[in-house]
């Protein structure tokens, strides 16, 4: 059974960089897009960022120059590299991932920014 499992969350000033990871577990076959999306509280969930299996991505554009999408087939993990944080990213970050012909998501982690 696929499982994305999430890490690299927490807290962090302003201006400060965060890392999550996500990893495809469970799958022989390499995710077709991998991605994450975030849910402020009593917000829906929105895009943040998606990249493909040969590389190509998509940024919301409220991180596009934050943010960095990345991946490595190998392992079925992809990676987001925030930086430049602000306290309007502070939500619950979710990944995502399309593997053959099925939808699976992680469980989600907090990200927190101080002002």
């Known amino acids: 059974q696929v499982q994305l499992v999430e890490s690299g969350g927490g807290l962090v000033q302003a201006g400060g960089s965060l890392r999550l990871s996500c990893a495809a577990s469970?799958?022989?076959?390499?995710?077709?897009?991998m991605g994450w999306y975030r849910q402020a509280p009593g917000r829906q969930r929105a895009l943040v960022a998606t990249i493909t299996s040969d590389g190509s991505t998509n940024y919301a554009d409220s991180v596009k120059g934050r943010f960095t999408i990345s991946r490595d087939n190998a392992k079925n993990t992809a990676y987001l590299q925030m930086n430049s944080l602000k306290p309007e990213d502070t939500a619950v970050y979710y990944c995502n991932a399309f593997i053959q012909f099925y939808e699976y998501w992680g469980q989600g982690i907090q990200v927190t920014v101080s002002s």
């Open positions: 469970g799958s022989i076959f390499v995710a077709r897009v």
